[in-house]
């Protein structure tokens, strides 16, 4: 019987410290984070569009983010977390890269439908 509570006390032990690992890492990874979705359609009048949607998915406010396609880029302030923008490239725009303060940089192709 005794046996069998230390060997349940030290697996118990052992479950809440991976447990804990796990949760301290996930927090480090996901602090600052950031989503770029490329969004094609076409309007009422049959003109092809693009939008970027670009969203903070990390548990942190972004700052001073930038999505630049090349020739012209765009600013935005800030994101909380779960907020995002959409914003609408140039159509010559064939990529895009956004970054911001926290060191996060999303690169993504943009194919259009124009």
């Known amino acids: 019987m005794v046996k069998a ?9 052992v479950a809440v410290a991976v447990v804990l690992t796990l949760f ?3 927090l480090g990874a996901t602090q600052y984070q950031m989503s770029v ?7 009422m009048g049959n003109m092809g569009y693009t939008d970027l949607k670009i969203k903070n998915t990390g548990t942190s406010e972004l700052t001073n983010i930038k999505a630049d396609y090349g ?7 800030s994101l909380e977390p779960g907020q995002w923008v ?4 140039p159509a010559s725009a064939t990529m895009v890269t956004v970054t911001c303060d926290q060191n996060v940089t999303v690169i993504k192709a943009i194919s259009s439908m124009g």
């Open 37 to 43: 979705e490329v969004q094609t359609g076409t309007s």
């Open 24 to 26: 301290f890492f996930n």
């Open 86 to 89: 959409d914003v609408a490239p």
């Open 71 to 77: 020739q012209t880029s765009e600013k935005i302030a």
């Open 5 to 13: 509570m230390v060997f349940a006390a030290i697996g118990g032990g």
